[in-house]
C-alpha cells in the first residue's frame, strides 16, 4: 500500500492562515475585537507575501481573485486598526496625557468615527460574504500543491531582490543621503518593503530553512521601530485632521492649540523612532544582510511552467460556493 505523499510546507502554511481568517473574520467584522482585527490584517499579508512569492509558477485567474479578496479584507480592517491604535496612544502616551482637555476631545470624536465605521458594516452581510469569497482559495490550492517543488529557489530569487531593495532604501535613510534623483526616499515605502521581506523570511523558516533565530529576533526589531515611526506619523495627522474637520480653532482655540502641541510631540517622537532605525541599520544591517545571503545561495531555477489557465479552471459558479472546513480542522481540499 502506497503511502500518500505529504502536501508541500507552503501549502499546509497556507491553509493555516486561511483557517486562522476563517476563525478571525467573525471576531474583527462582527465583535470588533481589536486584537482579532490586528491578527487577521496579519494574516492577510502574509497570505499575500506567499502568493506574491509563487507568481511566476500560478495562474492569473486563481492568483488574482484570492489575492482580491485578501486585499479587500485588509482594506475594510485598517481604519478600525488605526482608530484603535490611536486611541490607545492617545490615553497612554505621556506626550499626549499632558493635554487632558485635548485628549478628551479627540477621543470622543474618534469613538464616533469608529462607531459610524462599524455601523456600516454592521449593516451589510460582510461576514458570510467575505467567507464566502475566502473560498477562492480551493481555486489555488492545487497549483500551490504543484508549485511546492520549486518554493527553493523561488525563495532564493525573492529573498536577494527583495533585501537589496530594502538594504538600498535603509541605506540611504541611514547615511542622510535620502534623496536620490531629485527625489527623497520615502519612509512608508522602505515600511512596506521590510514588511514583505519580514514575512518572506517567515516563509522560509516554515519551509524548514533554518536561519539564525537573531536574524529574526533583528529584524523584527527594526521592524517594530519602523512601526512606531508609522504609529506617530499616523497619530500627529489624524489629530489634526479631526481638528480641522470640526473646525475646532473656531469653536475651541485653546484645546485647538493643544491638539496642535500634541501633534507636534508625536511628530517630534516618529523622528526618534526613525533614528532608532538608521542607527540599528548602519551597526546591525551589514552582517544581517550577509547573513540572510549566505543562508539563500542563488541556485538555478527549477522548470516549473505556469499551471495551465484552461486547465485548471474550475466551474465558476462552482468555485464562489465552495465552503472551507472549519477552522479547527486540519485544512483539505473538498471531495471530488
Not at 60 to 86: A, C, M, N, W, Y
Amino acid at each position: 500500500m502506497t503511502t500518500p505523499e505529504l502536501p508541500p510546507p507552503i501549502s499546509l502554511y497556507m491553509d493555516a492562515r486561511v483557517n486562522e481568517l476563517r476563525a478571525l473574520i467573525p471576531k474583527a467584522l462582527r465583535e470588533f475585537e481589536p486584537e482579532a482585527i490586528h491578527q487577521a490584517r496579519v494574516a492577510t499579508r502574509r497570505l499575500t507575501a506567499a502568493v506574491r512569492l509563487m507568481e511566476p509558477v500560478l495562474s492569473g485567474s486563481h492568483r488574482k481573485p484570492f489575492e482580491k479578496v485578501l486585499k479587500t479584507l485588509r482594506r475594510q480592517l485598517g481604519p478600525l486598526r488605526d482608530l484603535d491604535v490611536i486611541m490607545g496612544h492617545l490615553n497612554e502616551l505621556p506626550e499626549c496625557t499632558k493635554y487632558p482637555a485635548a485628549v478628551s476631545w479627540l477621543v470622543d470624536h474618534l469613538i464616533d468615527e469608529r462607531d459610524d465605521l462599524r455601523d456600516k458594516l454592521k449593516n451589510k452581510p460582510v461576514v458570510g460574504k467575505t467567507l464566502s469569497k475566502l473560498g477562492e482559495w480551493w481555486g489555488l490550492h492545487d497549483e500551490v500543491d504543484e508549485a511546492g517543488k520549486a518554493m527553493h529557489s523561488l525563495l532564493a530569487q525573492s529573498l536577494h531582490l527583495q533585501l537589496d531593495r530594502f538594504a538600498e532604501q535603509a541605506d540611504r535613510l541611514a547615511k542622510g543621503s535620502d534623496v536620490l534623483d531629485g527625489e527623497r526616499q520615502d519612509p512608508h515605502e522602505l515600511r512596506i518593503a521590510g514588511k514583505a521581506l519580514r514575512y518572506t523570511l517567515e516563509l522560509a523558516v516554515a519551509q524548514g530553512h533554518p536561519l539564525p533565530p537573531e536574524v529574526i529576533k533583528t529584524f523584527k526589531k527594526m521592524q517594530e521601530q519602523l512601526g512606531d515611526w508609522h504609529d506617530m506619523v499616523v497619530l500627529s495627522e489624524t489629530v489634526l485632521m479631526v481638528a480641522m474637520q470640526h473646525m475646532l480653532p473656531h469653536h475651541d482655540a485653546a484645546t485647538a492649540g493643544q491638539v496642535l502641541e500634541i501633534a507636534k510631540l508625536t511628530l517630534a517622537k516618529s523622528g526618534k523612532a526613525m533614528g532608532k532605525f538608521s542607527s540599528q541599520w548602519a551597526s546591525a544591517g551589514p552582517d544581517l544582510v550577509v547573513t540572510i545571503r549566505q543562508s539563500f545561495p542563488l541556485t538555478k531555477p527549477a522548470v516549473i511552467e505556469p499551471v495551465s489557465e484552461l486547465k485548471t479552471d474550475p466551474d465558476p459558479a462552482a468555485t464562489s460556493e465552495t465552503r472551507l472546513p472549519d477552522a479547527t480542522s486540519p485544512a483539505a481540499p473538498p471531495a471530488a
